[in-house]
């Protein structure tokens, strides 16, 4: 049987960061699943869904819009969800990291290569439904 193992909160800021929202966000949902807590899960799955209405909102917005708050929404959004992944998995991804049940470096980064795959390819969908729509 596998062991299970949490993602640490640095790995899930890093991820957001370089890979994007819906990887940090799939990581804490996965975090939520292994320590059973369903309810959160199921808010970080409903946050993600809301988060895609939200990327096809921004591109239809105006693009002097679109440009002024996508330099710093990313930063923020990272660390605020390491911030609130420290706050409410702190205890339990320290506990798992003393019997070294956390997963390592590389098993995130396919996590949130996989993650950014999908987020382009729903942008690209996303863009190919709506700008035709538009025009």
């Not at 096809?56 to 679109?66: D, K, Q, R, T, W």
């Not at 702190?90 to 098993?107: F, L, R, T």
């Not at 729903?122 to 035709?132: C, D, K, N, R």
Request: a positive charge; charged letters at 15%.
């Amino acid at each position: 049987m596998e062991q299970k193992k949490l993602y640490s909160a640095k790995e899930i800021l890093w991820s957001t960061l370089f890979f994007g929202v819906f990887a940090g966000l799939y990581l804490l949902m996965k975090n939520f699943q292994v320590l059973d807590n369903t309810k959160s899960a199921t808010s970080v799955r409903t946050l993600i869904i809301v988060v895609a209405v939200l990327f096809g909102v921004y591109l239809i917005a105006p693009f002097e819009l679109s440009q002024s708050i996508s330099s710093i929404v990313g930063i923020v959004i990272a660390f605020s969800l390491y911030q609130y992944t420290v706050k409410n998995q702190g205890a339990d991804i320290a506990a798992y990291k003393e019997k070294q049940q956390i997963h390592s470096g590389w098993k995130t980064l396919r996590v949130s290569v996989v993650a950014l795959v999908c987020t382009v390819v729903y942008v690209l969908a996303l863009g190919f439904v709506l700008f035709p729509l538009l025009s």
